[in-house]
Each structure stands twice: as C-alpha cells, then as structure tokens.
C-alpha cells in the first residue's frame, strides 16, 4: 500500500518560512517523480512545484518561483518543499503527490496522493 505522509505545515507571519517534508512508503521512491499541489478555501486544487526521480529537474507555479524549493532524498525517501517568503495567499492544504515525471506531475498526471498538510499564514 502506497503511502504519502505529509509533516511541517502549521502556522505562519507573512514573511516567514516553514519547510514541508513528505514521507513515502510501498512505493520505489527512486522510480517516481514527485511533487506537491495546495488547495485554498474555496479554490480549485493547483500545482506547485515536481521534481524528477534524480532531482535534477524541477518545475515551478509563476506564483511561487524564486520563494518555494522542492527537492529530494532517495535515501530517506523524501521529499520536501522550503517555502520562503510566505504571503496569506499562500494559505492552503498542501497535497505531497507521486508521478511518472516531473512534466506530468506538473500537468496534473498524479498516481498517487497524500492527505495533506494545513499551512495557514496571517498577515
């Protein structure tokens, strides 16, 4: 059974930062590109950033570029999400997912899912 536990998300000033760690397991963690998504209140769910199965590659939303960074440790099977700079707008549950490539992750082309972490930001 494929699992993805997310950790790390919790309460936040504008400005400040918070780093998300995704746990996998029943999966080859080396095999898959991951990535995360975020969901606001009342909003559709979007992308936010993948990375590919060796890290060297990775994308980003234009909202979060040059603040949020994604990247990975096989060995631990993880992945994270350093997120700097934060702003209320980026207030939303973070989903860790699981992909056959960082470009489909990007896209939407999700295999597995998490259940999510609330990240909250005032300002």
């Known amino acids: 059974q494929v699992k993805l536990v997310e950790s790390g998300g919790g309460s936040v000033q504008a400005e400040g930062s918070l780093r998300l760690s995704c746990a996998a397991s029943?999966?080859?963690?080396?095999?898959?590109?991951m990535g995360w998504f975020r969901q606001a209140p009342g909003k559709e769910r979007e992308f936010v950033a993948s990375i590919s199965l060796g890290g060297s590659t990775t994308y980003y939303a234009d909202s979060v570029k040059r603040r949020f960074t994604i990247s990975r440790e096989n060995a631990k099977n993880t992945v994270y999400l350093q997120m700097n700079s934060l702003k209320p707008e980026d207030t939303a549950v973070y989903y860790c997912?699981?992909?056959?490539?960082?470009?489909?992750?990007?896209?939407?082309?999700?295999?597995?899912w998490g259940q999510g972490t609330q990240v909250t930001v005032s300002s």
């Open positions: 997912v699981a992909g056959p490539s960082a470009r489909t992750v990007q896209r939407s082309g999700v295999e597995y």
């Open positions: 029943g999966l080859t963690f080396s095999g898959y590109a």
